[in-house]
């Protein structure tokens, strides 16, 4: 009985950990991903994309 209560217990940490990550990574007001090091790793440099294809197209 005890070892299912702490199956269940350790269940439900994992869920709300998840539903954590999950929540942080949709509805964050801060710039970045989940992982909270404020870190700009998952922005978009859509002008930088352009220069790069520029260049490679220019190499040809």
């Not at 350790?10 to 950990?17: K, P």
């Amino acid at each position: 009985m005890v070892q299912e209560i702490i199956i269940i217990f350790v269940f439900l940490l994992a869920a709300g950990y998840l539903l954590r990550l999950g929540y942080k990574s949709f509805f964050s007001k801060e710039a970045g991903c989940a992982k909270g090091c404020g870190g700009g790793c998952s922005t978009i440099d859509l002008a930088k994309i352009q220069r790069e294809i520029e260049a490679r197209q220019a190499l040809k």
